[in-house]
């Protein structure tokens, strides 16, 4: 075991208590309710074989870190980064959570995983032993095998990178701080955080995260550029059979064709197109894409995600239950918070806000379990290629490994659990005074509600649709924008305003936005930053 | 196997650099929060942490969204009792927000708390102190350390001699540790029988006997040392506040009807501020409101900031009125009495010829100090100058201030015109320290 710690002269203090060798013997892997490094490492690996060996799961190695509760308030409002640039906007979420948690209003989170390799697990030190051994199955197991067999984290996000990756993000920025001013640092950044919704791929494999060389060299040639600039050769003729042609529609199919519109990537289309940037600020457009496009895909499973460490965990501390190696007080412990987790109020409950991810997932998981071993008929009829299977590990570890939330909700939501949840869709037109239950759980149902729910964990559809769509560069360089409008539903008009002004910061010239109705192409409204004044 | 990392002892506030830099941001709506909670709170309030809500200009994070009170969209919930497809189910009430059931409290509608440090430095922003002020008002308070016993452990510079020698003697007396004298004299009974020429058995044996002693005792003192750690004793002190005494403050203002919002808003800052260079000094402030028209009476805070009343203005009764009050109240032997008036200068001009009497009799005779603020238009300031020329009461008072030297006078035109007010008082401190 490799106990490392920040400052020498603790290694001594940890794992020799009387304790561990009494436990040892009863065949406990702990006892009471304190923890130390030995006792964690042993938790941590008798989870470990129980799960490769039961569950046949394949992790990215672990690194535990211990913080404190002031440390985890940190890392809360830093995106749950380890490290993170500089922003204000941090500031703000640091000072709402700590608010929130000052109160009592809400507890702070057992642990943060992050998405990286080796996988980086905090622990909070206020956990209790059980707290710790609970936590470690959740997060060091149960995500950390979603991160690396997922095929979303496996395509889009690099974990092995993304360290390294902030720690350059982080000195950039604070260099271009000490260059250029931290307000004008800040106006990109609040730019740039703005568009962070409209700054990712969602339909194309993002480039590779390039290795810290290749950024080296290209800041190089970036700087070798600055500084062999000269002005003389902006006043050379130009050649005479330069494009005259550019409104005709060739002309423009031409140009959307050179620039790759349309382009759903805000964020991309700025930094590399915009006439104003100077290259630092291009950088950090850049940093903020990344950071976007890297949490893209955790938003997109956040159920399976949960449900998947939530069904590891569970199962994993019931196995280590029934083997003896847990006493009962702290499995009831265990299952004290496990059902806190996974707690879901109805609609009508004054706690309801939203679906629990974690008890939906758990939920979907132990029924697949079921219905791979047990099958009712209906289970037969609406799942033929695993009922009855048998083998539910594999059928689940298939489907933590293929779908992202909305795929899975609609290949596994079983009329059973709907009924179990009582799920009915509720119908919201803007127009009417009241809504009107649309579907229920039955016959005629099932098939709604399913559809529906998967349709809600659809990123893709549930977020405002907005592209670059043209630029005419040698003329009024105006960017024009465009909003499908899917079911009328048209954005809120403040905070479009002012993320216009945001674009037009980056853009340097007029921007306008028209929303397009999706079904029928025509246009709703449009809105130019020449009509909204600073 | 796992790598297990304690960051519990990395360096903690992280976050301290984005805090400060939401806070430089928000600096303006959060200095509009604080000088509207010095308009509306008490003045003693000042001096404390405050909560403001988030400011809603100039932190908001936009971003494209959807609005709410559009289109048509489903919520798909659980929990489903009695409802049947087709049912209908009216919208929560208007103006709740709507139409998506289950709201949380949004991000940007929380309050959080500014430090005393923060709100100071809010509050001194337009009132253009110089730093070596704005330093001297946000420190606590001066402590002297004080001789309070002795302590066991201490700096070596704190040791009490005295003290650790009496300890040390006791304690060689009580573990009978062997005086100088006695080696000295076995040392020279040892020597005399030494220099005697060769002789018997007993004498040889007394003088292994007497070395055999002489080493014991040697060992011993050996062993039991003259100044043990045990013995030394250490000069303790604690911090003391420095004694202060009390002080009351008297706030003396115009409340007729030429006074507006803007000249009690400066009045009220002038008060604030007084208040603030009083707590500092004394343990023990109180604050005396007197408000007059063409009568005065003593009245509290807010009605004194908040109340108006018609009437002519005569200032002198004012004047009677703090008389009164420290002739009952506060005895100018056990109390520093400070005074600050803040009006725009207008009084019957025969009224005037009174007011320099009743300060040149009584009053300015039991006042440690006593400010005049005359808060004229912005437009106006230029106009009137240093010139002495000026209101009824400015041309009174002009007189008391060639005779006393604690009198201050000033003409207050905006918020950075009040510190020069006290510039006197505060070039003071420094000596009464030192006396203290």
Known sequence: MAIQTSKSGQTSKFGQTGKSSQTSQSGLLFSGSDWDFKTLSRAYEAIEAIAIEELHLDIYPVQMEIISSQQMLDAYSSVGMPLMYRHWSFGKHFLYQELLYRKGGRGLAYELVINSNPCIVYLMEENTMALQALVTAHAALGHNHFFKNNHLFRQWTDASAILSYLDFAKGYIARCEERHGVAAVEAILDAAHALMEQGVFRYRRPPKLSSERQREGVRERLEYEERSYNDLWRTLPRSKDGTKASGTDLGIAERKKTLNLPEENLLYFLEKNSLVLEPWQREIIRIVRVVAQYFYPQRQTQVMNEGCATFVHYTLMNMLFDRGLISEGAMLEILRNHSNVIFQPGFDDPRFSGINPYALGLDMMQDIQRISTEPTAEDRDWFPDFAGNGNWRETLLDAWANHRDESFIRQYLSPALMRKWRFFILADAASEPHYEVASIHNERGYEKIRAGLAQSYDIGASRPDIQVVDVDLLGDRQLRLEHKVKNGIMLEEASRDAALRHIRTLWGYEVSLAAIDAQTGGTLNERSTSQIGE | MPIFVDRRLNPKDKSLGNRQRFLKRAREELKRSIRDRIRTGKIADVDSEHAVSMPARG??????????????????????????????????????????????????????????????????????????????????????????????????????????????????????????????????????????????????????????????????????????????????????????????????????????????????????????????????????????????????????????????????????????????????????????????????????????????????????????????????????????????????????????????????????????????????????????
């Open chain 2, 59 to 436: 932190t908001g994070e936009p971003s494209f969204s959807d609005a709410k009170d559009s289109g048509r969209r489903q919520h798909i919930l659980p929990g489903n009792k009695h409802f049947a497809p087709g049912d209908r189910v009216p919208k929560p009430g208007q103006g709740g927000g709507g139409s998506s059931p289950g709201k949380t409290v949004s991000e940007d509608e929380f309050r959080f708390v500014l430090s005393r440090e923060e709100v100071l430095d809010l509050f001194f922003e337009d009132l253009e102190l110089p730093d070596m002020v704005k330093l001297n008002l946000k420190e606590i308070l001066s402590f002297k350390p004080r001789r309070a016993g002795f302590a066991a452990t201490g700096s070596p510079t704190n040791i009490n001699v005295g003290r650790t020698m009496r300890n040390s003697h006791g304690r060689r007396i009580a573990l009978r540790r062997p005086k100088q004298e006695e080696l000295d004299a076995i040392a020279e009974q040892l020597a005399i029988l030494e220099a005697e020429p060769q002789s018997a058995a007993p004498a040889r044996q007394r003088i292994a006997a007497l070395r055999e002693e002489l080493e014991r005792l040697e060992r011993r003192r050996k062993r039991i040392a003259y100044v043990d750690p045990v013995d030394i004793r250490f000069n303790r002190f604690d911090a003391q506040p420095v004694p202060n005494a009390n002080a009351v403050m008297f706030c003396l203002m115009d409340v007729s009807g030429s006074m507006g919002e803007r000249e009690k808003d400066l009045a009220k800052r002038f008060f604030v501020l007084l208040h603030l260079f009083l707590k500092r000094r004394y343990d023990r402030t109180e604050i005396v409101f007197i408000r007059h028209t063409h009568e005065a009476q003593e009245v509290d805070e807010e009605t004194f900031f908040y109340n108006t009343q018609s009437g002519g203005t005569v200032v002198s009764t004012a004047l009677e009125e703090m008389h009164r009050i420290i002739a009952q109240r506060y005895p100018s032997n056990e109390w520093n009495i400070y005074a600050a008036q803040a009006s725009d200068g207008d009084n019957f001009v025969t009224d005037s010829e009174r007011c320099i009497g009743l300060m040149d009799g009584q009053i300015m005779r039991l006042c440690q100090y006593f400010a005049y603020v005359e808060i004229i238009d912005e437009r106006e300031s230029h106009i009137f100058g240093t010139t002495d020329n000026g209101t009824s009461l400015w041309r009174a008072y002009s007189v008391v201030n060639q005779r006393w030297p604690n009198f201050q006078m000033s003409r207050i035109a905006n918020a950075a015109d009040i510190y020069p007010v006290f510039r006197q008082l505060f070039a003071r401190q420094p000596v009464l320290q030192k006396s203290a």
